[in-house]
């Protein structure tokens, strides 16, 4: 991997890695790494080029896969069992087919699948499948289970969503390690300010009455918002402004989460999957509205279009310029949309179709800079200019 802007990408395959170098074009692919494995997050820390890939299913066990070599080589921290070292470890013939050697999994059959990961201040966090929050000290050679938010007082009330109960979403404060959010579904968003140690549950409507009404199960009800969310991120800048995409709508929060507003008003649909927001403007945002959770998760009207607000998600603009127009069927899923810190910031999203798009200009004009990957389960990028 060259220097300059990776795009790096999870898929039902594998990790991919598109490098556009320093001036972010003639995108060459390499992959599929990771073994093949289901990866359903990748992310890299630009300062030192470590490269991380989450995934696993029933099948392999759950694992981080690492790389210090732009992806050259990778390495396997195993947390769990699978279905494969059962059949190994009881028949020699099998293992020496499958390749396979036995690994030490400490989390022995805990959970299924890494979900999420998140990287701040040296710690390497790890959402899981279901829903647990791990942490490595040592960049992701070892890992231990954060016990706060599995014991949590409503723990025993959280309900998965279509996905399983997956921790899908994890947001840190580049200000300091002690602020943390997660996001579950579906039980909502839950924030730490002790670095973990304890949590609180933040699904707080702050108009309660105005968005009462829905008859979706998913909908906002009994004073807070919809508890299956999509995606998260933290606004820059000294406020801890979020903005959400649950099941039911776009929603901001002024405060860290304590509160929340409906900003759908504008938009052609309360579904989608991720969100995204400008790496030093607070107030715009960037989202990819699907028709509905039940009449096929594609862009209303067959017509692709990421919608962009510049003032907070009061008033939005459908942004259509290079994406399909017609017949356009495929689906964004949650972490499936990212951004680089450039100016013009660098927007990215990729498909359950196995495309890639990439916009130079803020999303005003959109170029597709990859086809034909497996499903796209997540997007990030990785800027070593």
């Known amino acids: 991997m060259s220097a300059g802007m990776t795009v790096l990408v999870g898929t039902t395959k594998g990790a991919f890695l598109l490098s556009g170098g320093d001036s972010r074009d003639g995108w060459a692919v390499s992959g599929p790494h990771c073994d093949g494995w289901p990866i359903n997050h990748v992310i890299g820390d630009a300062a030192s080029g470590t ?3 989450g995934g696993g299913g029933d099948w392999s066990g759950a694992g981080v896969w690492r790389s210090e070599n732009g992806g050259e080589t990778w390495s ?9 070292d059962d059949w190994a470890a009881n028949d020699p013939e099998t293992a ?3 390749n396979w050697e036995p690994q030490d999994a400490p989390f022995e059959d805990a959970f299924s699948q890494v979900w999420s990961l998140g990287y701040a201040h040296g710690t390497l966090y790890a959402g899981t499948k279901p829903a647990r929050l791990l942490a490595s000290r040592d960049g992701g050679v070892t890992f231990e289970h954060l016990d706060g938010l599995a014991n949590h007082p409503s ?3 959280w309900n998965p969503g279509a996905a399983g109960l997956v921790l899908h979403t994890i947001v840190t404060d580049p200000a300091g390690p002690e602020k943390l959010w997660i996001a579950i579904s579906a039980a909502g968003v839950f924030a730490s300010e002790d670095g973990g140690a304890t ?3 933040r699904n707080r409507l702050s108009n309660a009455a105005a968005c009462e009404g829905h008859d979706h199960p998913a909908a906002p009800r009994g004073g807070e918002t919809g508890h299956c969310v999509h995606n998260m991120m933290r606004a820059p800048g000294h406020g801890d402004v979020l903005y959400q995409q649950n099941h039911h709508g776009v929603w901001r929060s002024p405060d860290g989460g304590r509160s929340w507003d409906s900003i759908n008003d504008g938009l052609p649909s309360t579904f989608g999957f991720p969100i995204r927001v400008h790496p030093r403007d607070p107030q715009t945002i960037w989202t ?11 862009p209303p009207g067959a017509a692709a279009a990421v919608w962009k607000s510049e003032d907070g998600g009061r008033t939005w603009r459908d942004k259509r310029a290079g994406l399909p127009q017609e017949a356009c069927f495929f689906t964004v899923l949650r972490q499936a949309m990212a951004g680089d810190a450039r100016d013009p910031a660098g927007l ?3 498909t359950n179709s196995g495309s890639i798009f ?3 200009d803020e999303g005003e004009t959109w170029q597709e800079i990859a086809r034909h990957l497996p499903t796209v389960l997540s997007v990030e990028v990785m800027d070593r200019s």
């Open 76 to 84: 396997l921290a195993k947390l769990t069992r699978g279905t494969i």
């Open 96 to 98: 020496r087919f499958l």
């Open 288 to 298: 990819l509205p699907l028709n509905s959770d039940t009449a096929g998760r594609f």
């Open 51 to 53: 490269i991380w890939a």
């Open 155 to 157: 723990a025993d009330s």
């Open 348 to 350: 990215y999203f990729g």
């Open 358 to 360: 990439a916009s130079l």
């Open 199 to 201: 949590w609180e549950r």
